[in-house]
């Protein structure tokens, strides 16, 4: 199915309609027309064609109610006809294609050429005897037999590219797997609520069919496109389809078209699926993308959205006509800034790079010369024609000589680590219940400084139950018992309650004996619905008896109104609307309240104060929530203005104040203690009243009485960010933030003007890292702005998912820090990585460059030094990059946006151990043969057989690689190094699987490795030696690091360079602005940048997450160039701040980030 194209998938679909036309009264095409209208227009068309909703649904044999029988051929009828709800991604690059792009790297050219003219001139054969004295004296030595096998370098170098190439291939293509493993994980978590055979049951989206009735709330993703059947107070934010902000309100009778991609921002209803798959609007859009992605990937190579697998589900429409500046904040969906660790290792690779192009470039030219001044000016030998040919064979030798030196001196094998390094961490976090869905999210959260959370749900158990109570003038401490309530004060509350929260709200009996009851829908309303359950009522009957349908008028709960309302005609035609919300907003409305004996009575502002001293603050003391339940009546006539909100909801009787608990959870206390220690601050954001803030912070251990901390209400912050104008100034966010630790009543523009103004402070030296959990629509713009965005994976609405880098699974706190400790562990691993190759890299160029300038030929041959380049890079990546991480990762403060990659103790053993080696190979090369009484190697003729001589040099080379490579396991100057190794198998088989081959290579490789066979004792030398790396290693622990002030730090993020200006908003060519770079400079270097290109296309792809964003992002990065709408939700805040305005705080990124 996956692999059908969009144009088959077309054709397929209309041959069955024309075969089952007949049975359902509508056809796919007929419902796809009636999808594109908008509108009344659409209103009128159903009138016409179909008479009214109804209508459609008979047409389509589905009752409003009752929902599709469910049962499997009527489905899989469904299916055929009108589609799957499932939109084929793209094909995945083949094997052969990802080969074909690993030998696009210059560097890997370059040997294929040298190594093939190498070979076409060992087949050549000069006429005539002329060039026994073409060459140096020398040449003579050869014997016959020897220049037979002077093939077998130039193959040998090609079969080692071979090799190069189908490792990199292999690993891309394996990753690439990964990322759609995970990305159809994530699909699958994605279920939506249907009604079928009467149930209500949650399928996942991709099952849905048309004809489905789909139950919508606030919060949802639409998963199809449908026709509102029944509901209220729906409001549907339409911006990724339409570009246009505002949100659409949505009404049987005015504008029923529900499209999919869009967000339901508030109210709830269903709808009747008509359109699904490739025939909604998003499917539609999703077609001509694909279709126009093929056209264009053939124009522009670098068309980096090949990767993305477009499945529908994950991904929300973003718009198709590039829209305004709102829909960028969608099109733009990750992080502005390149992740920390891109960064550095970017800068890193350019300078290592450049360093290895020039001593390779310095090694062939000192070859050359070497070689033309000794034949032709010492030797005063005349240049014959004949000759040509063994000349050229030199040059090509001393060319590939110096291109080795170049392969080994690029780091090709960083990008790599990064990327295994992350992909292993993003595999085991889905463990720790971290889902991860930007790769660099994972590194960030190592950075991390600053956590700001949620309380309901993440720092708490989200199972509310009623503790206390405040009903008829008496405050019960525990549940009181039915018979002490006044019988018609019972029977309004039981109403109150049952009626005005939403039906889908219920609590079911445990799953397994002596469980507790399990809470459905909104937890809030799950905690009252237990407290008539303790009270010995019951909400059905009264549910029944007032189905859904009937209700007259609902005011949904949302972030601005904190309150829920409904309304019901009672019988005698008159209106009684029931009222539920935060108690304190709903008290400041009620002008009567129930006493003892059940009746109402005035309830005046006095009377009010003295009930939050008595009543609500010792109950949010308790760290309660307190909800208050009230309730107001209307006459039939005339009928009240319901849209005018305010006359409305007033002069409310209340019925009761209730104080809900939820618990903290209990791993809690012990996490943030972990994150204190960390030197990462936890704040509290919540949209609680200030005491039940307050006692859950002490309990949770976010404060500790006696400090000195801050805790404030939304109102009083903005009033302290504010200047008399009303803008946000930075400098007052600075007084605040440091000592804030609880955020209470906090709309969700005040977290995210907290979590803005905490990233873009200067206060500290250092960046703030700023991680944020979310778990409401409305914490988008919170969870975008954030370096690294967690939505919950079970309370979670699929806009704050969507929204999100990383889902908690189990809406756990402490899940986070296991994020944190992987963060960390994958920074760790990257310097483990970069110290081991750095010493390779550095010892292996400088031999090579010594041994040429000094006996004309290096003593490493291409063959060996592309071997111990994949030693050192592949097969190294993998061993180190794999390591677990451990506690005391947590027991140390967060490394910081400018601290170097390569630290001081990191340079120390870098250069101590690059000591160790040289000396020991220079004097193996040097008085080697002496000291083994061997033949010497030293300035062998052209194709002389391999000496022993040089096999051991090689030999010791690697041993001293493997055992440096247990060293390079601690970066942090430990002296146990082997601390933990078995806890790693990777590790273990890889550095004994390299052994083995290396044995293998010396004994039996022969002429194309050129090694010739060692003897034991001669073995066992070249063990000591490596050995001898582990004993130097506690030789150089033992040197302390604050007596070298000479030695520099490498690979460090200054602040201005975070961001070049013409990267902000072209995230997709992140990586061709550092190869414009290198262009100016030198083309050769290319291959690390190569592969990290490989690298970020698929993080790219992982982050982007579908193939059409890529597209969407490059029409996007045009319009959106520096602006920060900081507020979208109310116009009359909207502050537009320009990025110039301070030149080092990091320039806000694209526009509508917020």
């Not at 990964?178 to 978590?189: A, K, P, V």
Request: with cysteine.
């Amino acid at each position: 199915m996956g692999d059908m194209t969009n144009s088959d998938f077309y054709s397929k679909n209309q041959r069955n309609e024309a075969n089952h036309a007949g049975e359902f009264g509508c056809t796919m095409e007929e419902l796809r027309s009636l999808m594109e209208l908008r509108g009344t227009e659409a209103v009128v068309k159903i009138k016409e064609t179909y008479g009214d909703t109804e209508g459609i649904c008979r047409r389509l044999k589905t009752s409003p109610v009752e929902g599709l029988p469910g049962t499997a051929p009527d489905l899989e009828k469904r299916k055929q006809i009108f589609g799957q709800n499932f939109i084929p991604p793209k094909k995945p690059k083949t094997f052969l294609q990802l080969v074909w792009e690993a030998l696009q790297d210059v560097t890997l050219i370059i040997l294929e050429i040298a190594a093939i003219i190498s070979l076409g001139l060992s087949f050549y054969h000069p006429p005539g005897e002329g060039n026994e004295g073409c060459a140096t004296a020398q040449a003579g030595a050869e014997d016959e037999g020897e220049a037979e096998a002077g093939w077998i370098e130039g193959a040998a170098i090609l079969l080692s590219v071979i090799c190069v190439v189908l490792v990199t291939a292999f690993n891309d293509w394996s990753k690439e797997k990964q990322f759609r493993g995970l990305q159809s994980r994530i699909e699958q978590e994605q279920k939506f609520t249907v009604v079928r055979g009467a149930q209500v049951i949650q399928i996942p989206v991709a099952e849905i069919v048309v004809g489905d009735i789909a139950q919508v709330k606030y919060g949802d993703l639409l998963p199809a496109d449908g026709i509102f059947i029944q509901g209220n107070d729906l409001k549907i934010d339409e911006s990724s389809l339409t570009g246009e902000s505002d949100q659409v309100r949505k009404s049987v009778d005015k504008d029923p078209m529900l499209l999919s991609g869009t967000h339901v921002m508030e109210g709830s209803g269903r709808m009747l699926v008509t359109a699904v798959g490739v025939n909604s609007q998003t499917g539609i859009i999703f077609t001509l993308l694909g279709a126009g992605g093929e056209e264009e990937e053939k124009k522009d190579k670098k068309a980096k959205q090949q990767d993305g697998a477009a499945a529908m589900e994950m991904q929300p429409l973003k718009s198709a006509e590039g829209g305004d500046g709102d829909d960028k904040k969608k099109a733009n969906m990750h992080k502005k800034e390149k992740s920390v660790l891109q960064g550095k290792l970017t800068k890193l690779a350019v300078q290592i790079g450049k360093a290895g192009l020039v001593m390779s470039a310095i090694t062939v030219i000192i070859l050359v010369l070497y070689f033309t001044v000794d034949t032709f000016v010492v030797n005063k030998k005349p240049w014959m024609p004949e000759c040509t040919p063994v000349y050229v064979q030199y040059f090509v030798k001393f060319f590939i000589i110096g291109v080795t030196v170049l392969v080994v001196a690029v780091p090709e094998g960083l990008p790599l680590a990064v990327t295994i390094s992350l992909a292993y961490s993003v595999k085991k976090m889905m463990k720790d219940n971290n889902l991860v869905r930007h790769l660099d999210a994972c590194e960030t959260m190592g950075n991390a400084t600053a956590i700001c959370s949620d309380k309901t749900g993440t720092l708490t158990t989200n199972r509310m139950t009623v503790v206390q109570a405040y009903i008829g003038d008496v405050h019960y401490k525990e549940i009181p018992e039915a018979s002490a309530i006044n019988s018609q004060t019972l029977e309004l509350l039981v109403n109150a309650i049952a009626i005005n929260s939403a039906y889908t709200t219920k609590i079911l009996p445990p799953e397994k004996e002596g469980a507790l009851p399990r809470q459905v829908g909104n937890k809030t309303e799950c905690g009252l619905l237990g407290f008539v359950l303790d009270l010995k009522q019951d909400y059905e009957p009264v549910r029944s008896q007032m189905p859904e349908e009937k209700l007259y008028k609902v005011y949904t709960f949302n972030s601005v109104r904190k309150s829920m309302s409904t309304v019901i005609k009672m019988p005698d035609e008159s209106f009684r609307m029931y009222s539920k919300g935060a108690s304190e907003i709903v008290l400041k409305k009620c002008c009567k309240i129930l006493s003892a004996a059940g009746e109402a009575r005035v309830f005046r502002p006095r009377d009010r104060d003295e009930m939050v001293k008595k009543v609500i603050e010792p109950m949010a003391c308790d760290g309660l929530r307190t909800i208050c339940v009230a309730y107001r009546d209307f006459p039939s006539s005339p009928e009240p203005d319901w849209e005018n909100e305010n006359d409305i909801l007033n002069d409310l009787t209340c019925i009761c104040v209730v104080g809900i608990e939820d618990p903290v959870r209990p791993e809690v206390p012990e996490a943030i203690r972990k994150c204190q220690r960390a030197g990462i601050t936890v704040r509290m954001v919540t949209g609680d009243n200030i005491n039940t803030a307050r006692a859950i912070a002490i309990k949770c251990g976010i404060i500790h009485p006696g400090e000195d901390f801050l805790c404030l209400e939304g109102k009083e912050f903005n009033r302290r960010i504010r200047n008399e104008k009303g803008e946000i100034e930075q400098e007052r966010i600075d007084k605040i933030w440091p000592k804030l630790r609880v955020l209470a009543r906090s709309s969700p523009t005040d977290k995210h003007t907290l979590v803005k103004g905490i990233i873009d402070s200067t206060h500290t030296e250092q960046r703030q890292v700023v991680a944020v959990t979310g778990d409401g629509t409305n914490d988008g713009p919170a969870l975008k702005k954030a370096d690294v965005g967690f939505a919950m994976g079970i309370a979670g609405t699929d806009v704050a998912k969507e929204a999100s880098d990383i889902i908690l699974t189990d809406d756990n706190f402490s899940s986070i820090v296991k994020a944190v400790m992987w963060g960390r562990n994958v920074y760790d691993s990257i310097s483990k990585f970069l110290q081991f190759q750095l010493t390779v890299n550095v010892v292996a160029v400088i031999v090579a460059f010594t041994g040429a300038c000094i006996t004309q030929d290096s003593p490493l041959k291409a063959v060996q030094m592309l071997w111990v380049n994949l030693i050192m890079d592949t097969f190294a990546s993998l061993a180190l990059a794999t390591e677990p991480p451990t506690e005391s990762l947590l027991l140390r403060k967060p490394y910081g946006r400018n601290k170097p990659l390569i630290s001081r103790t990191m340079m120390k053993n870098i250069l101590g151990h690059a000591v160790y080696q040289l000396t020991l190979i220079f004097t193996l090369l040097f008085v080697g043969e002496k000291m083994f009484m061997i033949d010497s190697g030293r300035n062998a003729p052209l194709h002389s057989p391999p000496s022993e001589h040089y096999t051991i040099i090689f030999n010791t080379f690697v041993m001293m690689q493997l055992f440096n490579e247990i060293n390079a396991r601690k970066i942090h100057g430990e002296r146990n190094v082997f601390d933990g190794i078995f806890r790693n198998p990777i590790f273990c088989t890889i550095v004994l699987g390299t052994f083995a081959i290396q044995i293998v290579i010396v004994q039996f490789g022969g002429k194309p490795f050129s090694c010739s066979p060692l003897q034991l004792d001669q073995w066992m030398w070249c063990i000591f030696i490596g050995l001898g790396e582990l004993v130097w290693g506690q030789v150089i622990a033992t040197i302390p690091t604050s007596r070298l002030k000479f030695l520099k730090e490498a690979g460090r993020l200054t602040q201005k360079e975070e961001i070049p200006e013409e990267e902000l908003n072209e995230d997709v060519e992140e990586i061709d602005h550092a190869e414009r770079e290198l262009r100016r400079g030198q083309i050769l270097w290319f291959r690390g940048l190569n592969r990290i290109q490989t690298q970020i296309e698929v993080v790219n792809t992982f982050k982007s997450g579908a193939s059409f964003q890529g597209a969407l992002r490059r029409q996007s990065s045009v319009t959106s160039q520096s602006q920060d709408v900081t507020n979208l939700s109310s116009p009359s805040h909207v502050s537009l701040s320009n990025v110039l305005s301070s030149p080092t705080s990091t320039p806000p990124a694209a526009a509508g980030q917020g």
